[in-house]
Nanobody, 114 residues
Framework: VVLVESGGGRVQPGGSLRLSCAASGMSIRSYAVRWYRQSPGKERELVATITSYGFTNYEAFVKGRFTISRDDAKNTASLQMNNLKSEDTAVYYC?????????WGQGTQVTVAS
């Protein structure tokens, strides 16, 4: 499977972005999808998870602001990010536990700045 993220960009604090993760090569409908992010000088951290059944979980620092979803018909997953803060600036990655170590996308940059 190959994962490709899109939708990143630069927004002002309080703004919104919607990230997409498109999978190709095989269906991801049977797998959980996770979004991670990594800021310069920091370790990669989990942001949100959606199971194959559609159950969702969010880290405390995004709960109430971000929404993870999936469209198995399109083999995609999304992360709607609202009320963005400067500390949300990072490269965002989607991840699916397929393969020995799982599969990562290449990442998409999100910059929140005025």
């Amino acid at each position: 499977v190959v994962l490709v993220e899109s939708g990143g960009g630069r927004v002002q604090p309080g703004g919104s972005l919607r990230l997409s993760c498109a999978a190709s090569g095989m269906s991801i409908r049977s797998y959980a999808v996770r979004w991670y992010r990594q800021s310069p000088g920091k370790e990669r951290e989990l942001v949100a998870t959606i199971t194959s059944y559609g159950f969702t979980n969010y880290e405390a620092f995004v709960k109430g602001r971000f929404t993870i979803s999936r469209d198995d018909a399109k083999n995609t997953a999304s992360l709607q990010m609202n009320n963005l803060k400067s500390e949300d600036t990072a490269v965002y990655y989607c991840y699916v536990p397929i393969g020995g170590f799982g599969t990562w996308g290449q990442g998409t940059q999100v910059t929140v700045a005025s």
